[in-house]
């Protein structure tokens, strides 16, 4: 059995005071303060977190040092595509991938962009693979977009809308053809086979199945978002919310049990839908306390400063061991890969870091990551 010993461990529920992580096979066998005799201790620090998880990122898609041109992150051929898969956009070779692993991230939710009103599935990879088949953890839903995006796209090709009325309109025609070919098929009038393939892609989001991620930043998107989740039975997600700046949207989110995957912070607010984006209004998601993660939208915000922008969630009054519950296992939760990780606790991936000091101090950093109990940086 191996073990890495620190002064303060969090577990991602709580903090372990001068204890040691043992892990063997890649897997976590508990957080003890009497070193077991059995253990070789491999690194010691200040502090351990669980490896962080980002819940919602481009990386591999949008590849560093490479043309804009080059990026795979929206595809223009139609408005409503599916099938879509952004596990075949991402490159394991992202030099963005080797500066994440160095700060602890070692888990990504990588998506289509907002470019589209449903850009296809997105996929929780691992970051230190070596290519996409063994990066592939799961997918973790479809990507729909509400707002200004998906209306700023109506030169690409297809059918585009100009309004957000017509984004709406779209997308509630394609929920109703995919629910129309449902009935269809249980009737027995039509066989599934007979049905494109990308209302087949759609049929396990109008089942209830898999999870619709909504890229929505304001108020009025979100609601709709909440009302379209009522009106057809399907399990959403809001994606980004950067622009709210009250706490009842919050509220109602929390209310009807929709997630959150909060950001990108420390982004530049270039478009209107993000007039009222700041810093601040984390605390009003702090108050409502719905469920919600931490997202880098890598490139949008680098993801290797993604734990940075907890800084916010300290100064409106999480405790250190919440905020890093928010890109542990409030992300794992979220995305459904909570059953291996987001927490270091018996059962689990033996995949953490371990920090030169406390984590939240400017000139801390990590020295050992371990990824399924195997060494992935040290310094």
């Known amino acids: 059995m191996e073990a890495v010993f620190a002064k303060a461990v969090y577990t991602g529920d709580s903090v372990v005071k001068n204890a040691y992580v043992c892990f063997e ?41 490479e043309p804009v041109a080059e990026e795979d992150i929206n595809d223009r051929f139609d408005s409503i595509i599916p099938h879509a898969d952004a596990l075949n956009a991402v490159y394991m070779d992202d030099k963005a991938f080797s500066e994440s692993i160095e700060f602890g991230v070692l888990y990504s939710c990588v998506m289509p962009g907002s470019g589209n009103i449903i850009g296809g599935k997105a996929a929780v990879i691992k970051n230190y693979a070596r290519d996409v088949e063994e990066a592939f953890i799961k997918y973790a839903g479809v990507k729909a977009a509400l707002g200004y995006n998906p ?9 585009r809308p100009y309004t957000r009325m017509g984004v709406s309109a779209l997308l509630e025609e394609f929920i109703k053809k995919a629910l129309d070919a449902k009935k269809m098929i249980s009737s027995g009038k039509k066989d599934e086979a007979e049905f494109d393939p990308r209302l087949r892609e759609f049929f396990p989001v109008v089942d209830g199945n898999e999870v619709l991620r909504v890229h929505a930043h304001k108020v009025d998107d979100i609601v709709y978002a909440l009302g379209l989740s009522k009106r057809y ?41 993000l007039k009222h984006e700041s810093y601040r209004n984390v605390r009003y998601l702090i108050e409502a306390k719905p469920l919600y993660g931490l997202m880098s939208d890598h490139p949008v915000t680098l993801q290797r400063n993604l734990f940075l922008q907890l800084r916010f969630f300290l100064r409106y009054g999480l405790s250190k061991p919440e905020c890093v ?49 195997k060494l992935v940086f040290s310094e």
Do not use: C
């Open 233 to 273: 039975g399907l399990k959403v997600v809001v994606e980004h919310a950067s622009d709210v700046n009250t706490t009842h949207v919050f509220e109602k989110l929390r209310d009807a049990g929709v997630p959150v995957v909060y950001g990108p912070l420390d982004a530049f607010s270039y478009k209107t839908e």
């Open 151 to 159: 209306k700023s796209t109506h030169e690409w090709k297809g059918e």
């Open 325 to 373: 519950a928010v890109v542990t296992k409030n992300n794992a939760q979220i995305l459904g890969v909570d059953g291996f990780l987001g927490t270091i606790e018996p059962g689990k991936w033996a995949s953490f870091v371990v920090w030169s000091g406390d984590p939240f101090s400017m000139e801390s950093r990590p020295t050992h990551v371990f990824a399924e109990g």
């Open 25 to 65: 096979d890649g897997v976590v066998k508990g957080v003890f303060q009497e070193k077991p005799k059995s253990a070789e201790v491999l690194a010691e620090g200040e502090a351990v977190t669980p490896a962080l998880i980002d819940a919602h990122s481009h990386i591999g898609m949008a590849r560093s040092g």
